[in-house]
């Protein structure tokens, strides 16, 4: 029953051990000789209630502070805690002292190697782990006995042996639970308050405008330096005010909004915020969930993205300025890596050549080439080649293109390089395409019609002269109209004064040739 005593009085003493590990924790080599001094007086205080087995031939638990203090608390705690307790059992004399103070130095110094290995490896501090230890510690305590002189070490060991090989182990790992759990929530506590000072650090000194926001009612609990000068209220203005009445939320989108957020399926978000010169601005807003003082809080970060809406809104705008021109020119549109030979084309391409765009994919420069005309083709590369050698600013080339029908259709295409790389290679050339069918289909019909009339003109029996309207220079005449006058040549056509012969004067024709040319006829 004595022994039984001593261990609920080392079990009720675990909360004791706790404050000194939690001095030792502290890493002070001051609070460490004291930690050691606390164990050693805690052996003292276990060997005032031992079990007498024998005169000078006692029991208790110190085995299971000095393992502890070696354990927890490493080389010098474990060692004073040592010294302590064996002075003391040296005092208590008899002819167990030696064998006593045997099983202090083995226990301090298993301790202590278990420290080490705590230290390299967490694992350790599993409970079988812990458990196995204990059990050899106790094992070795009780081979130890057989030291005593005479009978009364067997007697120890065939009759004290079972009870503190079994209870022992089981008493020191609720100690070094006890211990352990302690160990766990002082960590957790120090790692806490350095987040939270690391918070604390963040949030003040931070650029950014940050909130701290209650996220049962949106009650601004804490604004940063940076929120201050944002808004334009001060700090304590902030926190009297909800997060509702500065952004353009509705209670049950601001619900919505949180209920995400807690759930850390979260995403950046836009809204508008209301300044205190009441001012809207447009924000983008990053908000998650933050423990702090055992509270849970949401974490928002607000950046002013006003400028930014606008550039974007602006070029949003000017892209489709350019794609309204663009669609209405009806010009195709290529883009084209020289590099990798990727191509981009808009829809407007595709149709000149009868095709939708998934029907020429995929697209590459082969695309063309494979469309181009092979007369046109070596032509077109040559231009090209001479833009990307840098020799020409753009490229321009009239090429014929297949139509999915079959037909050839005219285009100009029109280009220039307008990305380079570091050391002065193309990279992207962009262009148009246009579609000048039409126009070529009119230039052979007009020179068709020139044709005619060159024909008409020159083989004509009649004297033809062109003369100009309000000049009445001779620009051409046909040969009926040189024979007419007899002379060689359209040169000497041009020189021969035959205005002066009556009835005319040249007077008389200028004026009968504007009449003509404005009646047109």
Not at 108 to 117: D, E, K, R, V
Not at 249 to 254: A, D, H, K, N, R
Not at 315 to 336: D, K, M, V
Request: aromatic letters at 10%; one cysteine or more.
């Amino acid at each position: 029953m004595s022994l039984i005593h001593n261990m609920a009085l080392l079990v009720a003493l675990a909360v004791g051990l706790q404050f000194i590990h939690q001095l030792i924790s502290r890493k002070t080599y001051l609070l460490q000789v004291l930690s050691g001094i606390l164990f050693g007086m805690t052996g003292i205080l276990l060997m005032m209630t031992p079990l007498h087995f024998a005169p000078g031939v006692i029991y208790d638990g110190r085995s299971i502070v000095l393992s502890l203090a070696g354990m927890f608390g490493g080389f010098v705690p474990g060692v004073i805690g040592a010294a302590i307790c064996v002075i003391y059992r040296l005092y208590l004399g008899g002819a167990g002292a030696a064998v006593g103070v045997a099983v202090i130095v083995e226990a301090t110094t298993l301790g202590i190697l278990y420290h080490n290995l705590r230290q390299r490896d967490r694992k350790w501090n599993r409970p079988e782990r812990l458990l196995l230890f204990g059990l050899i510690v106790h094992v070795i305590m009780m081979l130890l006995q057989l030291l005593i002189p005479g009978d009364t070490g067997w007697e120890a060991f065939e009759h004290v042996g079972p009870p503190v090989v079994v209870v022992f182990p089981i008493v020191f790992v609720l100690a070094a639970h006890i211990l352990l759990e302690g160990e766990r929530r002082r960590t957790f506590t120090r790692e806490l308050s350095v987040s939270e000072e690391q918070y604390r650090t963040f949030f003040e000194k931070n650029h950014a405008a940050m909130l701290l926001v209650a996220p049962e009612d949106g009650s601004i609990v804490d604004a940063n330096p940076a929120a201050v000068r944002f808004y334009g209220w001060s700090r304590e203005e902030l926190k009297s005010k909800k997060v509702t009445e500065i952004d353009n939320l509705s209670p049950e989108e601001y619900r919505n909004r949180v209920e995400e957020v807690l759930s850390e399926n979260n995403r950046p978000f836009f809204v508008k915020h209301q300044l205190a010169d009441g001012t809207i601005r447009d924000v983008e807003v990053s908000a998650g969930p933050v423990p702090l003082s055992g509270q849970q809080f949401v974490f928002c970060i607000v950046h002013d993205v006003s400028d930014c809406r606008k550039a974007e809104e602006a070029l949003q705008t000017e892209h489709h300025r350019l794609n309204f021109l663009i669609n209405a020119s009806r010009l195709g549109t290529w883009e084209w890596n020289v590099q990798t030979g990727e191509v981009l084309l808009n829809e407007r391409w595709a149709q000149m050549a009868g095709y939708s765009l998934a029907e020429l994919a995929p697209i590459t420069i082969e695309t063309w080439q494979n469309l181009a005309h092979p007369e046109d083709l070596s032509r077109s590369e040559a231009i090209l080649e001479s833009c990307l050698r840098g020799e020409s600013d753009h490229y321009e080339c009239e090429a014929r293109m297949r139509h999915k029908e079959g037909h050839w259709v005219w285009i100009l295409d029109r280009g220039r390089v307008m990305e380079f790389d570091h050391e002065g290679n193309p990279l992207w050339m962009f262009g148009t395409l246009t579609d000048i069918t039409h126009l070529k289909e009119f230039e052979a019909s007009l020179r068709e019609s020139e044709e005619r009339f060159r024909t008409l003109f020159v083989k004509s029996p009649v004297s033809v002269v062109i003369h100009d309207a309000e000049t009445g220079e001779i620009l051409d005449a046909n040969p009926a109209a040189i024979q007419a006058y007899r002379l060689n040549s359209l040169e000497e056509l041009k020189v021969h004064d035959f205005w002066c012969e009556p009835p005319y004067s040249f007077e008389d024709a200028l004026a009968k040739i504007r009449q003509t040319s404005e009646k047109g006829s």
